[in-house]
């Protein structure tokens, strides 16, 4: 892909949306994010709004860059949020809203862009997963779940839209300094009585202090902007600190249970 690009991000308000964002604007692209809350124009780029939760939403938004562009060449699907809390006690209403927003979320945008891609011959659709998205985190189970369902739909919606010159692909960021730590939900369940209390506020004070010490949002930006000057984009791309980067390839060589104590005590549990 060359050329100025129009280029749609959801979840710009904040973070590595931001970052995306501005940084894909400065370098001339087109850039659209979105937000639930409707903002004026920021940094060079607009924002729509878009609840990635709502099908009308999206649509809304996708259909208005399409009227204004004609076209979208790059969707960035990275809006989400964290829900922390032991499995036992989140509530079915949480787990679905996490899903909700999180695989759904990028399906539906997905669904909306794919139509005026396939119809042009060209698209890339970057899905921002996680490291959680390949480790299991305790305490961050549904967002982990979120992420992993994510995974699979990125590996096979690759392979059926290859043919109509369609790109997809998986950035797996490790830690990244962003109010994501702020905004995460906590299962409400998880009283002062609960008996996981001590592990999950061990394990996510570690899960907190990571993130506080965590890459700047601006190298997943730059990650997206290399993608995009890319012929071919890959399967997935880990971006972060070395350290997490290879976390997730020391998963695939070492015994599983091995690389589990390696987790679980790093976590305190
Ligand atoms: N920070 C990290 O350490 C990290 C690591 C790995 C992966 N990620 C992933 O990176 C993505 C961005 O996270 P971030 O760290 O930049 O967090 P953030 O600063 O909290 O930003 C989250 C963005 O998602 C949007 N959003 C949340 N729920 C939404 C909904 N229902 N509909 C539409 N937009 C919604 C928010 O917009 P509004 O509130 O304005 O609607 C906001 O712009 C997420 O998918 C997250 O899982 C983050």
Not at 29 to 47: D, E, F, I, L, W
Not at 94 to 115: I, M, S, W, Y
């Amino acid at each position: 892909m060359s050329g100025s690009k129009v280029v749609l991000v959801t979840g710009a308000s904040s973070g590595i949306g931001r970052a995306c964002a501005e940084l894909l604007s400065s370098q001339g692209h087109t850039v659209y994010g979105t937000s639930r809350k409707p903002s004026p124009p920021s940094a060079g780029h607009r924002m729509l709004e878009m609840d990635v939760t709502r099908d009308d939403s999206v649509l809304r938004a996708v259909a208005t860059v399409l009227e204004e562009q004609g076209h979208i060449d790059v969707v960035v699907n990275n809006a989400g949020y964290a829900l922390a809390g032991p499995i036992e006690e989140t509530s079915l209403e949480e787990a679905r809203h996490q899903l909700d927003t999180n695989f759904f979320g990028v399906l539906r945008v997905c669904k909306a862009v794919l139509p005026s891609m396939r119809a042009r011959g060209s698209g890339l659709i970057v899905n921002v997963s996680s490291l959680g998205g390949v480790v299991g985190l305790p305490f961050q189970g549904l967002y982990s779940a979120s992420k992993f369902a994510l995974e699979g739909l990125t590996e096979s919606l690759r392979q059926e839209v290859a043919s109509f010159g369609i790109q997809v692909t998986s950035l797996q960021p490790g830690d990244v300094r962003t109010p994501i730590t702020e905004n995460r939900v906590r299962a409400l369940q998880c009283g002062p009585d609960s008996p996981y209390r001590g592990a999950f506020e061990t394990a996510l004070g570690i899960i907190e202090k990571e993130e506080r010490a965590g890459a700047a949002p601006e190298l997943v930006a730059r990650q997206v902007l290399s993608l995009m000057e890319r012929k071919q984009v890959g399967v997935r791309y880990a971006v972060g600190h070395l350290s997490q980067r290879m976390l997730a390839s020391t998963k695939t060589f070492l015994p599983a249970r091995l690389f589990e104590r390696i987790l679980m005590s790093y976590y305190g549990l």
